[in-house]
């Protein structure tokens, strides 16, 4: 079945830092999402990604889809506190009944 | 427009009790999600429903778990004969046809 990858699990960085984090799928997808989990909340859409190679930026965060539809990236610039949780990457393959299909995240720590 | 709404927020039950989650997505979205999530873990896929049809259950153990989404009223998940493996956090998210899925905040059960 679709297998989503995110390695490693956790990831510890300093404050100003410059954060990477990938995304790897078994399968060809439709489109691939990011999501953001505080300690203790739930999970937040953050962006979805369709075209190939479509690159997305909010504020710091900068998401990108890769050339071949089955991987993805987040970098985060110049980490902040609040960057703390865990993100959380999620392919769908093409059709109407797709399922979404979530990595096991991410989890970054920010040291101030 | 408020957001996936779950509840309760806590549950407690003993071995063998059922458990009831419900979940009412958001205005106009067709698509619910459940999900379940142990402490420090990703999020498990269980089941994804359109108003009264289960599109996908291939996540969901095969016995004591079921699901609906009926035609009016909120998505229901139903545990029997709780065990205390079942305890964790278990997400609702709704998602329009296409775009990102919105997450309620969670039951927490925790079977005693």
């Known amino acids: 079945g679709q297998q989503v990858m995110q390695i490693p699990q956790y990831q510890h960085v300093q404050e100003g830092e410059d954060f990477t984090t990938y995304c790897n799928s078994s399968?060809?997808?439709?489109?691939i999402q990011w999501y953001k989990q505080r300690p203790g909340g739930h999970p937040v859409f953050l962006i979805q990604?369709?075209?190939?190679?479509e690159v997305k930026k909010q504020k710091r965060l900068t998401f990108q889809f890769g050339e071949a539809k089955k991987n993805s990236s987040l970098h985060i610039t110049a980490t902040q506190t609040t960057d703390v949780g865990t993100y959380f990457c999620?392919?769908?393959?093409?059709?109407?009944?797709?399922?979404?299909?979530f990595g096991k995240g991410i989890t970054l720590s920010v040291r101030p | 427009n408020a957001g996936v709404m779950q509840n309760p927020r806590h549950l407690v039950r003993r071995r063998g009790q059922e458990a009831r989650l419900r979940c009412s997505p958001m205005?106009?979205?067709?698509?619910v999600y459940w999900y379940r999530q142990l402490p420090e873990e990703g999020l498990k896929f269980m089941v994804y429903?359109?108003?009264?049809?289960?599109?996908?259950e291939s996540g969901m153990p095969k016995e004591r778990f079921s699901a609906e989404f009926p035609k009016e009223g909120p998505s229901i998940l139903r545990i029997q004969q709780v065990v205390r493996g079942d305890s964790a956090a278990y997400f609702c998210?709704?998602?329009?046809?296409?775009?990102?899925?919105?997450f309620g905040q969670g039951t927490r059960l925790t079977v005693v």
């Open positions: 998210a709704s998602s329009p046809l296409i775009g990102g899925a919105f």
């Open positions: 399968t060809t997808l439709s489109n």
């Open positions: 990604l369709v075209k190939s190679g």
């Open positions: 999620a392919g769908e393959l093409a059709g109407a009944n797709s399922k979404l299909t």
């Open positions: 205005k106009g979205h067709s698509h």
């Open positions: 429903l359109q108003k009264e049809n289960i599109i996908d």
